[in-house]
Structures are given as structure tokens and as C-alpha cells.
């Protein structure tokens, strides 16, 4: 039998395919960019057909050279949401975690619905990323596409369904919308009333190790396979990166910075906290993931790049460089903490720990004595100082002190972030050699769902690490000062949050 193992991830920017042998070495890899349309500052969606037809595409990449395979196991990005009507067609977009619309509903479930008690039965916090307020959302405010809809599905049920011909969502995919309960792995009756539908408007339920065959003819043309091979349906991208760099163990931590980013570890029940900070989203019925999202990672870079960056952008092109290795050159001229410069990434709002869509981004402490270095440094810091207000957060649940942070992403690839995530958190920080963790992650749980491992935990043999970034004493202690000011003066400003949002709202 092959050992060739598969692992797809549906991303908010691309598709993924990594084709692992079984000891985890890369062997093949391809990527399917496709769009967000983003109109406004509240919209953001994507067109479901051009995502299902980016899975076909990069399976067949890999099935072209190699066809003959042990399982195909996916990941896919959380809180999307498409309604479907009777006669299976999607009758919206993609409405993706981004999606701002249903501002006002979240608020309305957390003011009139007992929004906490929601959280804590469903580990997923009340937000207008959760498909729990973006179908209430439609419920009120697009009335007439809610009473056409028959399913409300993610994008992984979408190609499963043209696969299988079946409507399932896997326990990880559905602790993310805000409508299953932690306890039971059942919709939740609160949940489903709160939003106005009924268990039959939902996918059915199964482990994320459920293991599909049978796969359509015609599919199993297009993508060059057998129809009995072996697809596990899988998880979340967010809980497979922590199994992807083996992050499944009693004080690890995981760190993940692309787009947006994450701090997560993982418990051996669900655990939500009494503040609402954290979410706490299944892997397996015996692996939650507890931790914290945020909107502002790499997006931050980007904006640097694009408005503060652009005779680096100019000198790259005639060199035919990287402009970001320009950027992190100006960041690394200027000492930790910017000279007292600090940056509020709020960019896009914010997830955890505020869950505040109305924050917006700001520097403090501005002087005459900054230059664009400093600027520059400052926004790198406030990404990784952003985060550490989720661990903080993080820690207070967790069963053992933190020992170790596992970093991947597209930021781990930086020398400078990495050397400032272990400073600000004061912590050992690792950087696995497979950036896509949640493709191996995909793969590591497609071995488990076939009885090829025994355990979870048996994951680490499939690892090693290429990066090892101790705290710096000095360093530490200059962080050590400014992440409490950070962290006030994001309080303080609160009310003014929502004036200038407002403010914004009123002059688009």
C-alpha cells in the first residue's frame, strides 16, 4: 500500500496541496490563488466556485505526478458562511470571518441574549465572524435570501457536498460557528433559536475523523483518483497548525502570524473563559484548542510596505530584491521598543482579546526624535505585542506554565519578528521546518483516522525545528515596561473607538 499522504487547505487567500511520504517530508507542493471582494471596509466575500474549483485544481497538480494515495485530508479556514437553497445552489457569496456586517447583531446577542452564557456553551465568542451573527444578520436585515435558504453551510461542506453528495461538518469546523455545544457535540438549542433555524438548516455533524469514499465519478475524473480513496474530512486550519507543529502538549504554545494571527494551545477537555476573551475549538472529542485570534498580522507589514515603504518597493524592483528584506534592514537599525514608540495594529478592528470591531489603529508617543525606522519598528512590535495580550490571557486557563512557543506563518520566516516574539513573550521560541502546519496537521489526523498512529502525541516524530530564538535579557525588560502601557491605553481609548468608527461609518 502507498504511503503518500495529502493535505489540503482551503485558505482565505489560496488553496493549498502538500504531498507528504510518511515520515512528513515534503515531496510535492501547489497553490491556487482566488479573490476576496471587498467593496466596503464591512464586506468581505468570496465566490464559492472559484474556491471548489482551486481544490480541483491543485489535486490535480499533484494527482498528475502522483495519483496513488494513501488519503486525502483537509483543512479549511473557519466562520464561513453560505446559504444554500433547495435546490442545492448557493444564493450568496462566501461570507468570510472578515465580514463586518453583522456588527450589530453581535451586539444585539450579547446585550439581549445573554451573549456570555452563548459563548460559554459554544466556545465560540459572539462576533460578526461567527456564522452564528452573520446568519441572524441575515435574518433581519436580508430577509428575503433567509427564507429561501434551506442550508447554511462553510466552504469545506460546499466541496464535500459536490464530492459526496452529502451536507457534513466536521465538530471542528462547527465549534467555530457559534452554534454547537462543547458538551454535547450537538447544535445548540439556545444557539439555533437566537439565530431563527432549525438542526435540518445545518450540515450533519462528525468527528474529524470521519473518513469518506465513494467519491462521484465524475469528481474522481477530474481529479485523477480512484473513487474508493480515502478522504478525511479533517478540521480547522487554526487547530491543525497547532497539531502541525506538534503544539498538542501540556505547555506549548503556538503562534501564527499569515494575513492575521493566532496564539493557541491545547487542553484535554473545552475550557472557556469567564471573560469571553478566548475561543475553545474541538481537534478530536480528547484535543481542544483554546486561545485567541487576531485580524492584524502580516496585513500590517503589507500596509507598511504600501505606504511608508515605497522608494524600498522602487530599489527591489531595480534590484530585483525582496523589498520586505529592505524593510526588516530599517527595522533592525532602531533598539527594542522603538524609543518609546508604541503601535496599535488595529487596522481591521480586532478580534481577541477586545472582540471589538470599532478599534482602530493609532501611534503613541510620537516625537520629533522618530524617524520612518522607528515607525516602521513600532508597527512590527505592535503586531507581536498585540499578541501577547491574547497569551496573557491564555495563560490564565491553562493547566501548566508556558514552556515553549511553536511560530509558524509567514512571519516565521523573518529573523527579526522571531527574535521579538521571543522577547515580548519572554519565552523559548521554535520554528518547525514546514511552514504549512496545517496541511501536515491534515495529514497527521488523516494517519490517526486510518489507525496508522495510535495517538496524537505520537506527532512528534514527524518533526524537526530550524530556528531557535532565545529571549534577550535586555530586551525582555524593555518590553517587560511597554506592553503594560500597550495594553492601558487600548483600554482607555475605548469609548473613543466607537466614536471614530462611528465617525468613519457616517464619511465613507
Avoid at 530564538?469 to 524593555?478: F, G, I
Amino acid at each position: 500500500m502507498t504511503k503518500l499522504m495529502l493535505g489540503i487547505d482551503i485558505g482565505t487567500t489560496s488553496t493549498k496541496a502538500v504531498l507528504y511520504n510518511q515520515t512528513g517530508n515534503v515531496l510535492q507542493q501547489a497553490a491556487q490563488e482566488y479573490p476576496l471582494y471587498t467593496p466596503n471596509i464591512n464586506v468581505a466575500e468570496q465566490d464559492p466556485e472559484e474556491i471548489y474549483q482551486a481544490v480541483i485544481t491543485v489535486i490535480r497538480q499533484i494527482t498528475n505526478q502522483h495519483n496513488d494515495l494513501m488519503f486525502v485530508s483537509f483543512s479549511s479556514a473557519m466562520h464561513s458562511l453560505i446559504a444554500i437553497d433547495d435546490k442545492d445552489e448557493a444564493i450568496t457569496p462566501c461570507i468570510i470571518w472578515a465580514d463586518n456586517r453583522s456588527k450589530a447583531w453581535a451586539t444585539d446577542i450579547l446585550q439581549h441574549h445573554d451573549g456570555l452564557n452563548l459563548y460559554q456553551r459554544t466556545g465560540t465568542p459572539i462576533h460578526p465572524m461567527s456564522p452564528l451573527c452573520k446568519i441572524s444578520w441575515l435574518r433581519h436585515e436580508q430577509p428575503d435570501i433567509f427564507l429561501k435558504a434551506d442550508k447554511f453551510i462553510g466552504i469545506k461542506e460546499f466541496v464535500f457536498k459536490r464530492f459526496f453528495n452529502q451536507y457534513v461538518v466536521d465538530h471542528s469546523i462547527a465549534s467555530a460557528t457559534g452554534l454547537m455545544n462543547l458538551k454535547n457535540l450537538d447544535w445548540d438549542q439556545q444557539a439555533l433559536t437566537v439565530a431563527g433555524i432549525e438542526k435540518d438548516n445545518l450540515s450533519t455533524l462528525v468527528p474529524t475523523t470521519a473518513v469518506f469514499t465513494q467519491l462521484k465519478q465524475q469528481v474522481a475524473n477530474q481529479l485523477n483518483l480512484d473513487c474508493n480513496t480515502p478522504f478525511i474530512i479533517g478540521a480547522s486550519d487554526g487547530v491543525l497548525s497547532n497539531l502541525g507543529v506538534d503544539a498538542i502538549g501540556s505547555g506549548d504554545i503556538a503562534v501564527t502570524i499569515g494575513t492575521s494571527g493566532a496564539v493557541r494551545t491545547t487542553l484535554t477537555e473545552p475550557r472557556t473563559d469567564s471573560a469571553g476573551r478566548t475561543f475553545c475549538y474541538a481537534l478530536t472529542e480528547h484535543h481542544w484548542v483554546v486561545g485567541g485570534p487576531v485580524n492584524n498580522g502580516g496585513v500590517v507589514l503589507q500596509w507598511i510596505k504600501d505606504q511608508l515603504c515605497t522608494s524600498e518597493v522602487a530599489e527591489a524592483k531595480r534590484t530585483a530584491t525582496d523589498p520586505y528584506d529592505l524593510i526588516m534592514q530599517l527595522a533592525e537599525s532602531v533598539a527594542p521598543g522603538s524609543n518609546g514608540l508604541i503601535f496599535h495594529p488595529f487596522l481591521t478592528g480586532e478580534r481577541a482579546p477586545s472582540w471589538n470591531p470599532d478599534v482602530r489603529g493609532s501611534y503613541f508617543g510620537l516625537t520629533l526624535a522618530h524617524k520612518r525606522a522607528h515607525l516602521i519598528r513600532a508597527a512590527l512590535e505592535g503586531v507581536i505585542l498585540n499578541l501577547f495580550t491574547v497569551y496573557q490571557a491564555l495563560t490564565e486557563m491553562m493547566e501548566t506554565k508556558a514552556t515553549m512557543i511553536r511560530a509558524t506563518g509567514g512571519f516565521a520566516r523573518s529573523p527579526l519578528w522571531r527574535q521579538m516574539l521571543a522577547d515580548i513573550f519572554a519565552v523559548e521560541v521554535t520554528v518547525p521546518e514546514s511552514h504549512e502546519s496545517s496541511c501536515l496537521g491534515a495529514c497527521i489526523l488523516g494517519l490517526y483516522a486510518l489507525g496508522e498512529i495510535t495517538s496524537l502525541e505520537e506527532s512528534s516524530a514527524f518533526f524537526g525545528h530550524s530556528h531557535h530564538h532565545q529571549p534577550d535579557e535586555k530586551a525582555k525588560q524593555v518590553y517587560q515596561q511597554l506592553a503594560p502601557i500597550y495594553s492601558s491605553i487600548t483600554a482607555d481609548l475605548k469609548t473613543n473607538y466607537q466614536r471614530i468608527a462611528d465617525f468613519q461609518a457616517a464619511n465613507e
